[in-house]
């Protein structure tokens, strides 16, 4: 197989809103910002030839200062870039920072146990499929609900995923779908939705059930135990 | 408020498929099954005026020679029953063991986090609604699939609940759905669902995100953390 270059646009401009004032990519975890965690993994990852950042503006000034005293893991950084208030916007500022490449991974900043394995599971689909997501089995039952609370559906489990990044596209799809799509990118919770809206197949490979995001402060507890864990594997 | 009886039937009929092989609800846990602790934190709501459990036939053996030595919680349980292959089975089985009361509580064995707190709650909006679940929102993105794995829609997130037990129900209303329910009940993966399918409007209620049943021997560290942590509470 030919040399591929594959980039990836961190996500992380996000305002927190669910970590009660905190800025959880910026939570110190021995010693370590949870960002430059998630950095830390993805740059160890070799077949990722490119990173770009996309922060909030205050994101932005920290992660400057701290590339500009050549800090690890800022220094090995391709670029940082101030997305904006929808994720979409921060999807679309990275990819507009990044070099031409094959495929693009689109990663939350908050999900620092990325593996390489992962994304050699995720490249490997989406050379097949063009366009690629990590799911995992839901456990719990889920229930459609209407606005006062009242349960609409049951739909069944079986067919249901939750999925989680790095999602994994050949670089061409998604721009030409980020440049297609038009105001409908603000209703895309991720970016295999806007493919899905412009009638492109998504595949899904197997997630990583470790692979969490910290979405508010409940989640901190789980994450060290699993960072804890990798270290001792490795 | 007159004086109300509550039941509770607690189920603990499964077969631990996702657990590789281990009885997930008989797994020591500082000396005490799994099981165990669950009926330890039911035993301890003053709301509840009796406790039923339906178990495997192993699991019955079990439990019922724990129960003639008098060991706690198990000198302290009501009835011990004999469960099905679904869980509707286990369910309905204990229904019948149950003496009438005003409310019942379906609660799942491998779930030990339960308060009195949730209970109450339950309790309040089955009052007045007849039929009451908790729920909390879903955090991460859910897609639904096709057989092969391929995306075949991405429903609204804000409208999605996953549910936990207690599920709390006016006793007279769970006694009908089940009597008229047939076969339909195998189909249904928890009680709302039954009475969903006879039409019931069914009710939710905020649920704990620590209330977390034990599926996989993945969750077992994270269930070991909040069992440290209530104890360090109380």
Redesign the interface.
Known sequence: MAYERVGVVVVAAGSSRRMGGLDKLWLPLDGQPLLGRTLTALLAIPEISQTVVALSADGLRRAEDLRSRAEPPWDRVGALVQGGAERADSVQAGLMALDECEFVLIHDGARPLVTPELVRAGLATAREHGAA?P?VP?????????AR???????D?A??????TPQVFRYDLLRHAYETAGRARALC??D??LL?RLGY?????PGD??NI?V??P?DL??LK?YLR?QEDVR
Chains 1, 2 share one sequence.
């Open positions: 997501i799911a839901v456990t719990d039952t889920i229930k459609r609900v209407d609370g009242f349960i609409t559906a049951t739909p489990r067919m249901l995923r939750a999925v989680q919770t991720d295999a939705m899905e197949a998504v595949a899904t490979f059930p470790r995001k979405s508010t409940a507890p789980l135990l864990e």
